[in-house]
């Protein structure tokens, strides 16, 4: 089997021994990296949705720009999500990653920004989309320019949808 990182061992026991809390690979890895992302990624609060979209972006670019992150991405990526525990740490994973990123939404809620109605995670999928498809398809650069453009297209598609009042871009408001 192979594993994104290196794990020394001399004894099969040892290996068991490593995997006692986690029953397998799969398990061991996601846990890895959903408190490797849990601790790198705290909640953006810069005081509007639209800065708080930027530094989110600009702390997933900071994740994926690790070539050890990418590695395990891409053996995530490649596991069979037929079986049902894969599939279920993939959710569990996903479901905590966006997790983060509805708070950024709630908190705009509660200053007013958006319309109590929109979805966040429409807004983070339409964010953090074009990051992924240049990390792992593309290979495109993520740079300031892809971060500010997506940021803008997410605001624009917003304040088209209503979600976002066209004068409200940007705006700091105090609770």
């Given at each position: 089997?192979?594993?994104?990182?290196?794990?020394?061992?001399?004894?099969?026991?040892?290996?068991?021994?490593?995997?006692?809390?986690?029953g397998t690979?799969?398990?061991?890895?996601?846990?890895?990296?959903?408190?490797?992302?849990?601790?790198?990624?705290?909640?953006?609060?810069?005081?509007?949705?639209?800065g708080d979209l930027r530094q989110l972006l600009r702390n997933v670019v900071a994740l994926l720009e690790r070539p050890e992150v990418l590695r395990l991405f891409r053996h995530i990526h490649s596991l069979d999500l037929g079986q049902d525990s894969a599939r279920q740490l993939w959710q569990q994973f996903w479901g905590a990653r966006f997790g983060i990123g509805t708070q950024v939404i709630e908190r705009a809620i509660q200053r007013g920004e958006v319309s109590h109605d929109v979805d966040g995670i429409d807004i983070l999928e339409m964010l953090v989309g074009v990051t992924y498809v240049r990390a792992f398809l593309t290979g495109r650069p993520l740079d300031d320019s892809m971060i500010e453009r997506a940021v803008r297209s997410v605001m624009d598609v917003a304040v088209q949808r209503g979600a976002v009042a066209e004068g409200e871009r940007g705006v700091r408001r105090s609770p």
């Amino acid at each position: 089997m192979y594993l994104p990182f290196t794990v020394h061992y001399t004894t099969p026991q040892t290996v068991r021994r490593c995997l006692e809390g986690w029953g397998t690979p799969v398990n061991l890895i996601m846990d890895a990296i959903s408190v490797f992302a849990a601790s790198e990624n705290p909640v953006p609060d810069t005081g509007s949705l639209e800065g708080d979209l930027r530094q989110l972006l600009r702390n997933v670019v900071a994740l994926l720009e690790r070539p050890e992150v990418l590695r395990l991405f891409r053996h995530i990526h490649s596991l069979d999500l037929g079986q049902d525990s894969a599939r279920q740490l993939w959710q569990q994973f996903w479901g905590a990653r966006f997790g983060i990123g509805t708070q950024v939404i709630e908190r705009a809620i509660q200053r007013g920004e958006v319309s109590h109605d929109v979805d966040g995670i429409d807004i983070l999928e339409m964010l953090v989309g074009v990051t992924y498809v240049r990390a792992f398809l593309t290979g495109r650069p993520l740079d300031d320019s892809m971060i500010e453009r997506a940021v803008r297209s997410v605001m624009d598609v917003a304040v088209q949808r209503g979600a976002v009042a066209e004068g409200e871009r940007g705006v700091r408001r105090s609770p």
